[in-house]
């Protein structure tokens, strides 16, 4: 999924503005076209579902 976002160029999940505290004015203007299409990303989750149907994220 995130490699399709990638091709369109589509920052849905907002991971340009973990970025743009560490980048230079120029730099974050090439944010979308050098530094998302190579960017990689991972992502982890577990969920606990309990006997009430409530779901409870937890942290490794």
């Known amino acids: 999924m995130f490699s399709k976002l990638?091709?369109?160029g589509a920052d849905i999940?907002?991971?340009?503005?973990?970025?743009?505290?560490?980048l230079s004015r120029?730099?974050?203007r090439k944010w979308r076209?050098?530094?998302y299409p190579i960017l990689k990303y991972?992502?982890?989750?577990v969920v606990h579902i309990q006997n009430?149907?409530?779901?409870k994220m937890m942290e490794n």
């Open 6 to 8: 990638q091709e369109s």
């Open 13 to 22: 999940l907002g991971l340009g503005q973990y970025f743009r505290k560490r």
């Open 26 to 28: 120029q730099e974050w």
């Open 33 to 35: 076209t050098d530094f």
């Open 42 to 45: 991972k992502q982890q989750v």
């Open 52 to 55: 009430e149907g409530n779901l």
